[in-house]
C-alpha cells in the first residue's frame, strides 16, 4: 500500500469516497464541479493542508492500476499553547465501502498520526458524529481520548 | 469596544489571557519565549489563521491605553464538503478573568461567526472539554449544536 498526497488525478476517487455512504461510488461517474476544483486546488496549494490518500499501490504511486482504498485531510494549526507546536486537525475520513473492516482504517489513522507526529505537531484531534458509536470505539481503540464536547453552528450566506 | 487582528504588540497580553484561568495576569509579567515568538509569527502570516483581541477600545485600535478583553483564533479550512466552503475553527477562546459574566463572551463568538460568515464560511466548529459544562450551555446558547464527540491524541516527539 502506498500512503501520498492526493493529486488532481485522484480527485474524482476522492470525490468517490466522500460521496459513498454504503456503497462503491464509481469514480468515472462523479461529476466535479468547480467548487471542488477551487477547494481541491486551495489544498493542493496551503503548506498547512493536505489531502491524503492510501492506496493499493498497485502500478506505482499515480499508476493507472492503482486504487484509492481511503483517504483524510490532515490541516497543521499554528498556536501559542503547547510550546508552539502546530495541532493537527483531521477531517474527511473514509474507507472504500467494499474494504471495511479489514483494518484499513486503522492503518490510515495510524500513518496520519505517525506524519503529523514527524512535522513536530504535539497533538492530532478530530470530531465524529454522535450517532457514529462504532466510529467512537475505534478511535478510542487508536489511542484517542473523547475527552471533548463537538460543537457546530452553520453559517447562512 | 474594538474586534480585531492581534498585533505582536498584543502578544503579551494574548499570552496572559491564555495563561489566566481564575484570576487576571499582568500582561508586564508575561515571559515570552521563542516558540511563543515563532508560533505568533506564524499565525500572523498565515492567510488562514487569525489570532482576534476584543478590546475596550481605549485610546482607538493599538493605542497605549487600550485594554484586551479577550481573543479567540479562527483558522479557515479548504475542504471538499459543503460546495467547497471553507470551515471555521474555533481554538483559545478566553476572556479576561475580572471582565467575565457580562456578555464579553457572547459578543466575542457573535463577532468570530459573524467574520467567518462574511468571510464564506459555510460552519463555525469548536470543541470543549468534557468537564466545562458551562462552556457547553454558553455555546448551546448561541445556538451551536453539540452534535460531535471530539477526540484528541497527544503526540509524543
Known amino acids: 500500500m502506498i500512503f501520498r498526497e492526493a493529486t488532481r488525478q485522484d480527485l474524482p476517487a476522492v470525490l468517490a469516497l ?3 455512504e454504503d456503497s462503491v461510488v464509481d469514480p468515472a461517474r462523479v461529476v466535479i464541479g468547480e467548487a471542488h476544483e477551487r477547494a481541491f486546488a486551495a489544498i493542493e496549494a496551503d503548506p498547512r493542508n493536505e489531502m491524503l490518500a492510501l492506496t493499493d499501490g498497485a502500478g506505482g504511486a499515480g499508476g493507472a492500476g492503482e486504487v484509492v482504498l481511503g483517504c483524510l485531510q490532515l490541516t497543521y494549526i499554528p498556536g501559542l499553547g503547547q510550546n508552539g507546536q502546530e495541532r493537527a486537525l483531521v477531517e474527511a475520513v473514509r474507507i472504500r465501502a467494499d474494504r471495511r473492516g ?3 482504517g486503522a492503518e490510515l489513522m495510524r500513518l496520519a498520526a505517525e506524519r503529523a507526529r514527524e512535522r513536530g505537531c504535539g497533538l492530532i484531534q478530530l470530531t465524529s ?3 457514529r458509536t462504532a466510529a467512537h470505539r475505534f478511535y478510542e481503540r487508536l489511542g484517542f481520548a ?3 464536547e463537538g460543537f457546530k453552528l452553520h453559517l447562512e450566506p
Do not use: E, M, T
Request: hydrophobic content about 35%.
Open 18 to 20: 466522500l460521496a459513498d
Open 102 to 104: 479489514a483494518g484499513l
Open 129 to 131: 458524529n454522535k450517532r
Open 146 to 148: 473523547r475527552s471533548h
